[in-house]
């Protein structure tokens, strides 16, 4: 059943309300139960990620692929894209394939058509590049109100133009976005606030496929073989075009090795900053300094090496609220000790991992793809993590952490369903409320393996509010707004983001587990203009669209 819309005016506020559900007036009496089960075959969903070769042998093949959610038709349904590999010459593979397929593997748009299946329309879209794509991330650059998407892979990035109509169109030249070498994760944000996005690119190494000097029970040369390479940061002219400011800035300023990137407001001063996590170097966060250039505070900050000091091997970084004090805390997975990096303030984060147990547990994985919500929706964010064998494509399974309040969980693993206790090769990861139950729902890349739809199907939850930002005077889709929601004592905080985890991004609308609160008092919308917006008295199991007053 396609999501729905019902008007209400607040002054000078616009909300929408979609997916409502039935209330309950009192709260469950049980406990609530994390549970998620496969719905890849349900869905109609049938893609399988292509590393190009008949035998994994480079780090390029190894790295993997991510996915994005976006409504690229405006109907209220997330869609799914997701990245692919292909063969490429043979030179550039240590084991190519005798016979290419035909078709060659390539990316995917799914559409959602409401009843919990999808349809592939990539065809039709126009969504299929001649190119070993990796990453993807979507944002209306144009504030045209539809979203375009930017995919990234090796040798080159492409800007794809949502033309409103179903398809779209590759304006990469006509852009000014030119962007060589390994192109990997990608965010947007809006740096400077004039209400157009920007942005920026992260590139990994400078990759040699001629070099194979390799001990073999190291299979193939890894990060530090090869030499690292500098990021990219592209202004939005706010006419359709962009212009590279990556010197200007001085985000060009660091080489390293790029895995995934995401922006936020980290220290509340109001614009967004940008944290980069990287292959055995260390991690870098550029704090804003609002003149459009940027100072890199990770060491100074505790946000740029392992517990030891030790560099690591950062994954997916996540933005966070996890204590609900209004503040962002970071969570990072790596490829030995996870790190939970609680926002300190002014002492910059303080790396509590070890203390809450959620690096220990994981060391035996290699983590990669990650989302941080409240899955049962009783009010604490929770953390699922989804792992994979480094290099010798060894299958592992997943993890989930239950959420307990002040920055303590519990690991729920292996009572929430047997598609977490499924080993694969995973890799990027993306999360929504796919089909608007108001319970998040993920999809996973695994490498050379089939993707899967991973369905919230928890029991005993609690109520829930998502709320879908639509800006004016920011940009279109809100992107670096703050969003506030209060019940009774009760607060919780979250930012819109456009690129977070490995590889990938989520779904554009904040959702908020609320617990036994059936009301929200108020919402409050501190948007990138500067605008503040209170949006009061909300009914709980729904969406909401806001619209930032003109």
């Known amino acids: 059943m396609r999501a729905y819309f019902l008007a209400i005016f607040f002054a000078s506020t616009v909300a929408h309300y979609w997916a409502q559900t039935p209330l309950t007036s009192t709260a469950k009496a049980e406990a609530s139960t994390i549970r998620f089960e496969d719905a890849t075959d349900a869905a109609g969903i049938n893609f399988t990620h292509s590393f190009g070769s008949r035998q994994l042998g480079s780090l390029l093949e190894g790295t993997g692929a991510g996915c994005v959610w976006l409504d690229y038709n405006n109907d209220g349904l997330p869609d799914l894209y997701v990245a692919n590999g292909r063969p490429l010459d043979d030179s550039m593979h240590p084991y190519p394939l005798k016979d290419k397929p035909d078709p060659l593997p390539h990316n995917h748009l799914y559409r959602n058509d409401g009843n919990g299946r999808f349809t592939d329309v990539t065809q039709k879209a126009g969504l299929n590049p001649d190119m070993y794509s990796i990453a993807v991330a979507a944002a209306d650059f144009d504030n045209d109100g539809f979203v375009d998407l930017l995919v990234t892979g090796y040798g080159k990035a492409i800007l794809y133009h949502n033309d ?65 390479d500098t990021n990219k940061l592209f202004h939005n002219n706010c006419d359709g075009t962009f212009t590279d400011v ?16 995401t922006a936020a407001d980290y220290d509340g001063d109001g614009w967004d900053d940008i944290y980069v996590a990287n292959d055995r170097t260390e991690n870098f966060l550029f704090h804003n300094k609002h003149d459009g250039t940027f100072e890199e505070v990770a060491n100074d900050t505790g946000t740029a090496f392992g517990q030891n000091g030790e560099s690591t091997s950062s994954m997916g970084p996540v933005f966070a609220d996890f204590e609900n004090r209004g503040v962002l805390d970071l969570w990072v997975t790596d490829g030995h000790y996870n790190r939970y990096l ?36 009783d009010g604490q964010r929770d953390i699922l993590i989804f792992h994979g ?42 999360f929504a409320d ?27 939850t609690g109520h829930w509010i998502a709320i879908k930002l639509k800006g ?22 979250a930012e819109r983001v456009a690129g977070s985890g490995y590889l990938s991004q989520d779904d554009d609308r904040l959702h908020f587990g609320l617990g036994n609160t059936a009301v929200v008092d108020r919402v409050v919308i501190h948007w990138p203009s500067g605008r503040e917006q209170t949006v009061e008295k909300l009914a709980a199991d729904r969406g909401v669209t806001v619209e930032e007053p003109r």
């Open 434 to 460: 796919y089909d608007n139950d108001g319970k998040v729902d993920a999809f996973v890349m695994n490498l050379g393996g089939k993707g899967t739809l991973v369905h919230n199907v928890s029991t005993n």
């Open 389 to 430: 064998g480094l290099i010798h494509l060894i299958p592992q399974e997943h993890t989930i952490f239950r959420g307990l309040g002040e920055g303590r969980f519990a690991d729920v693993s292996r009572g929430a369903g047997d598609v977490l206790s499924v080993r694969t090769t995973a890799r990027g990861a993306c």
């Open 246 to 261: 990556s010197e200007k800035s001085g985000i060009a300023a660091l080489a390293g090795r790029t895995m995934g990137v």
């Open 164 to 228: 409103g109509n179903g398809h779209f169109s590759d304006v990469t030249a006509k852009s000014g976005i030119k962007v060589d070498g390994w192109a990997i994760s990608s965010t947007w944000l809006d740096y400077d606030k004039d209400g157009c996005v920007d942005l920026f690119v992260g590139r990994y190494v400078k990759f040699d496929p001629k070099y194979r000097a390799y001990y073999a029970a190291d299979n193939y040369p890894g990060p530090l073989d090869y030499e690292a």
């Open 472 to 493: 004016t005077k920011s940009n279109r889709d809100g992107i670096g707004a703050k969003v506030e929601v209060f019940a009774g004592d009760k607060h919780w905080t």
């Open 342 to 377: 609680r926002n300190a303030g002014k002492q910059g984060f303080e790396d509590r991992g070890a203390a809450n147990g959620v690096s220990q547990t994981n060391a035996q994985y290699v983590s990669w793809g990650t989302g941080v919500y409240d899955f049962d929706n």
